[in-house]
């Protein structure tokens, strides 16, 4: 099991484009939260997915959205990029059962600068 | 609202030192805390949660619920230590869904 994995590692856009990033859970994982890192400062959540659904959201605007797959995987979109948007997105897995006291497993992360 | 303060950025000791690593947090229901741990070069991890009351490579938390506080501590300071330090709190939502908090973080550094 390689676990969570993201694509792509590294990403540069320009202010103002749309960016998509990728995520696989770990195995055996039904739940995707995704998290945006600046540097210096610790993981902020975006959102989590579970059933394809959207449950719960963090104080982000409209511009970050996303999606879960059947499979489970997600992708986190952003549009109208900002010169704010420019971190290190991380996205975790997690087993729904497993209720308050789960572990998350995390990926690698994707850097995403805008210029 | 839920919200996690690491109030050191950095914390440098001595191999064999005692480490404290703060966290205090505020949530008006029961958390669930957890201590994530992020080596160089290598993904954010879970070191250990209060729940399971365990000791995960020396280091041990309680959680203090008058004090509002879920310290790492861990007697003796191993270089292997060196990493930054994620305090989280996982708190329940409407509807049965949790969200996570994290601290801004703690560079323990431990100097040879």
């Known amino acids: 099991d390689a676990g969570v994995t993201q694509s792509p590692t590294h990403l540069i856009k320009t202010r103002g484009q749309q960016v998509t990033l990728r995520c696989s859970p770990k195995?055996?994982?039904?739940?995707v939260s995704w998290y945006q890192q600046a540097l210096g400062q610790g993981p902020q959540f975006i959102f989590q997915y579970y059933e394809e659904e959207e449950r719960q959201r963090g104080n982000f605007p409209d511009r970050f959205s996303g999606h879960q797959f059947p499979n489970y995987s997600s992708e986190l979109n952003v549009n109208a990029l900002l010169l704010g948007d420019s971190a290190l997105y991380l996205c975790?897995?997690?087993?729904?059962?497993?209720?308050?006291?789960?572990?998350?497993?995390f990926g690698p992360g994707t850097r995403l600068t805008v210029t | 609202a839920q919200r996690v303060t690491q109030p050191e950025k950095l914390l440098s000791v001595f191999k064999g030192a005692p480490v404290e690593l703060k966290c205090n947090y505020s949530?008006?229901?029961?958390?669930?805390l957890f201590w994530y741990v992020q080596y160089s070069r290598q993904r954010l991890q879970l070191l250990l949660r209060?729940?399971s009351r365990e000791s995960i490579k020396g280091f041990t938390a309680d959680l203090n619920k008058g004090e509002t506080s879920f310290h790492l501590k861990k007697p003796f300071a191993q270089e292997e230590d060196s990493a930054m330090y994620y305090c989280?709190?996982?708190?329940?939502?409407?509807?049965?869904?949790?969200?996570?908090?994290f601290g801004t973080g703690t560079k323990l550094q431990v100097i040879p």
């Open positions: 209060h729940i």
């Open positions: 195995s055996g994982h039904d739940t």
């Open positions: 975790a897995s997690s087993l729904a059962l497993a209720g308050a006291s789960y572990e998350q497993y």
């Open positions: 989280a709190l996982s708190g329940w939502r409407s509807g049965g869904y949790q969200k996570v908090t």
């Open positions: 949530y008006s229901g029961s958390p669930e």
